[in-house]
């Protein structure tokens, strides 16, 4: 009937019933390589789901945006309604350690932290029934470096104690961590806050713990502070010139968290290898978040996520992969980290825009053309 029933056709349809023509700035190449990916991780790991987001850090605009298990919308009569779920837009998660950047930015953006500052991890914090313990334990002392190269929860607890709750919550806002994301579709959902905001929250709220938001807000986040430390607004549209930045951290703050993220790929011993493409400036951060099982968290159910932006000297794109209770398996020595299931995803999927896109490497920047693909719209895959 001409009435769109959901996702960008129903958030469109006042400017398609005018005639108005709607350009997207999805990329069907692109999103037929990350499914393609993304499907191979989920069935390597019998995962429960999983989702992948790709963007243009300049515009905002969405390159690619995929989840799965996903429908047919050709066949309505056998599409399972759990199916049409964006967990991308929708879905809130708890991040689990790619918030720990964003508690950095933070405190260097308020000047409370500086690179020489030590916080002690030897030993768990205790509050209360609670427990905040490392992943690996560490002894000694770490800077604020170590700690996000390390992933040390307990460091970056320590970090957001030091913070305090009042700043965090003021660059939530500033991050748009309490609302909706402004998109031009529907399904779209609200961050979840703790409704009591107290000490302990705000130092689990530090490493990606008791505070969750959509993966779409994690990237706007990203995007908004390695940019130069200007609002990134997602959009679908091609060419969509009608948002306004503004800033929201200082750009030295920006160029800190770079190199940051950059010091992941290039000093941890297990997400860098898995991460690394020689010639492309990546920096990312891996997030491991157990999932709540009969209202308790599950050790063994994680939520695996990478986060990669490229190149770290002057960042243009963004990558976002997440894979839901990922298994153990042999070929990981029985991990099933970020580090491990996402961050080889994010790798793949960053190794098909390059030829796709035609990215060239940092060291041979006029070296690679845009390779020429063609694409099987029936068949949904795209060759070379």
């Known amino acids: 009937d001409g009435r769109g029933l959901s996702g960008i056709e129903k958030g469109q349809q006042a400017k398609l019933d005018s005639g108005e023509d709607i350009y997207l ?5 692109l999103q037929s390589s990350m499914r393609n990916e993304l499907i191979k991780t989920i069935n390597k790991f019998s995962a429960q789901s999983g989702l992948a987001v790709s963007m243009d850090i300049d515009t ?41 950047p964003i508690t950095m930015a933070i405190g260097l ?18 509050f209360g029934k609670f427990t905040i313990n490392d992943y690996k334990p560490y002894n000694g002392k770490l800077n604020i470096k170590d ?10 607890a320590k970090v957001a104690n030091k913070i ?16 909706h994301i402004d998109l031009e579709l529907d399904e779209t959902q609200k961050p979840l806050s703790p409704k009591h905001w107290k000490k302990i929250e705000t130092m689990t709220i530090g490493f990606g713990h008791g505070f969750a938001v959509t993966p779409l807000h994690l990237c706007k986040a990203y995007a908004s502070i ?3 430390g200007f609002t990134v607004n997602p959009t679908l549209l091609k060419n969509n010139n009608s948002i306004i930045s503004k800033r929201i951290i200082k750009s030295s703050t920006a160029d800190q968290i770079k190199n940051l993220l950059r ?12 991460a690394k493409i020689e010639g492309y400036e990546l920096g990312g951060k891996t997030g491991t978040a157990e999932l709540l099982s009969n209202g308790n968290y599950s050790s063994d159910s994680n939520l695996a996520s990478f986060i990669s932006i490229f190149p770290v000297s002057n960042p243009k794109y963004l990558v976002l992969a997440m894979i839901m209770d990922p298994k153990k398996i042999e070929e990981t020595y029985f991990n099933n980290t970020g580090g491990w299931v996402a961050a080889p995803l994010v790798k793949n999927i960053i190794l098909e825009m390059i030829k796709i896109l035609g990215i060239p490497s940092s060291s041979n920047p ?8 063609k694409y099987d719209v029936m068949n949904s895959n795209a060759t070379l």
């Open 25 to 29: 700035s999805i990329d069907v190449r």
């Open 60 to 100: 905002g605009e969405i390159l690619s945006i995929v989840n799965f298990p996903d429908f047919d919308p050709n066949n309505p009569d056998k599409i399972l309604t759990k199916n049409q779920f964006n967990s991308a837009t929708q879905g809130v998660f708890e991040m689990g350690s790619t918030f720990k």
């Open 109 to 126: 953006d308020k000047n409370i932290l500086d690179f020489e500052m030590l916080f002690d991890v030897s030993k768990p914090i205790r």
């Open 147 to 156: 700690i996000i190269v390390k992933s040390s929860n307990i460091g970056a």
């Open 164 to 179: 305090g709750k009042k700043n965090q919550i003021e660059y939530f806002k500033k991050l748009g961590f309490f609302e």
């Open 226 to 228: 390695v940019n130069g």
């Open 263 to 274: 010091s992941v790929i290039l000093e941890t011993k297990y997400t860098g290898p898995n």
């Open 366 to 373: 006029n070296k690679l053309k845009a390779s020429i693909y």
